[in-house]
């Protein structure tokens, strides 16, 4: 991004949070990773969702399904459950859903500054 003094605060504001979710946002970028969020979104945390049945919902191998729900795990947005040999995945969100919020009011902001 270069030299962030030549952003307006409002700008500089807005990189902030950008930087500071950047995981986030890599995480929601990916098309795969977004259907696993639409199909953990559809089951409760007691109940959960296997590997093998997220795989074959969206097509991919069980690796590639366990390396996205890795990335979605490891910045909180999914979580799982052990039942003997069985994993559950399920959807956390924990604090992305605040993360994305303080974007759009970043954003806000500096488009609000600009118009006055």
Known sequence: MGNESQYTEAQTAVLK?????????????NASRQQLILIL?????????????????????QPATSHHLKILKDIGMVDSRQV???????????????RLEKILTALKRQMKEEKD
């Open 84 to 98: 003997g040999n069985i994993v559950y995945y399920y959807l956390t969100l924990d604090d992305t859903v605040d």
């Open 17 to 29: 949070e950008f930087k500071r979710d950047i995981g986030h946002l890599n995480a929601l970028s």
């Open 41 to 61: 979104g559809s089951v409760t945390a007691e109940h959960g969702i296997k590997v093998n049945d997220l795989a074959e919902r969206i097509g991919l191998s």
